[in-house]
T-cell receptor, first 113, second 110 residues
Framework: DAGVIQSPRHEVTEMGQEVTLRCKPI?????LFWYRQTMMRGLELLIY????????DSGMPEDRFSAKMPNASFSTLKIQPSEPRDSAVYFC???????????FGAGTRLSVL | RKEVEQDPGPFNVPEGATVAFNCTYS??????FFWYRQDCRKEPKLLMS???SGNEDGRFTAQLNRASQYISLLIRDSKLSDSATYLC???????????FGTGTRLTVIP
């Protein structure tokens, strides 16, 4: 398996633009997680899915953020409109079972100017 | 209070030294613990799971102390390639996700 695949690897955009981050989890993994990492706050959980259903989105900072998982092999995290404070590295991770080892994608480095 | 807390460091140690990191967790009912390693500008990767009886993998030893609610990571004979940030990870009762500490940065000096 190729592991968790994220795209794009880098994204530079202007304030106010819509940003869409993509993730393909490891096949057969029932859990998918979206994280945001900054120097100040470390790794923060934004939302996670179980069998394509959002379970906990309490970490989503505000209504500008939304996430979907239309099928078991694809998820998106959308920011609309984007703001400079959204600049961070966004990681997607998947896991076969709850509370177990999570496998991370390479991340998307987002810069909002 | 954060679910898991760890000293951010940095720890600067000479090659060949032994270094230990501790991490405290707040939920006494937590069951699953891990240490992850994150290299600069890379994703976190599992280093090792932490078992109740303690476990060892080569130069790395992980321990769990439930009475004091902390886990530890010991690295013996440090190598330059051990330079990274080490993330302490634990679970939470009633939730299916894991909580990641902010990491301890280690630099091994030649």
């Amino acid at each position: 398996d190729a592991g968790v695949i994220q795209s794009p690897r880098h994204e530079v955009t202007e304030m106010g633009q819509e940003v869409t981050l993509r993730c393909k989890p490891i096949s057969g993994h029932d859990y998918l997680f979206w994280y945001r990492q900054t120097m100040m706050r470390g790794l923060e959980l934004l939302i996670y899915f179980n069998n394509n259903v959002p379970i906990d989105d309490s970490g989503m900072p505000e209504d500008r953020f939304s996430a979907k998982m239309p099928n078991a092999s694809f998820s998106t995290l959308k920011i609309q409109p984007s703001e400079p404070r959204d600049s961070a590295v966004y990681f997607c991770a998947s896991s076969p079972v709850a509370k177990n080892i999570q496998y991370f994608g390479a991340g998307t480095r987002l810069s909002v100017l | 209070r954060k679910e898991v807390e760890q000293d951010p460091g940095p720890f600067n140690v000479p090659e060949g030294a032994t270094v230990a990191f501790n991490c405290t967790y707040s939920n006494s009912a937590s069951q699953s613990f891990f240490w992850y390693r994150q290299d600069c500008r890379k994703e976190p990767k599992l280093l090792m799971s932490v078992y109740s009886s303690g476990n060892e993998d080569g130069r790395f030893t992980a321990q769990l102390n439930r009475a004091s609610q902390y886990i530890s990571l010991l690295i013996r004979d440090s190598k330059l390639s051990d330079s990274a940030t080490y993330l302490c990870v634990g679970d939470q009762t009633g939730a299916n996700n894991l909580f990641f500490g902010t990491g301890t940065r280690l630099t091994v000096i030649p």
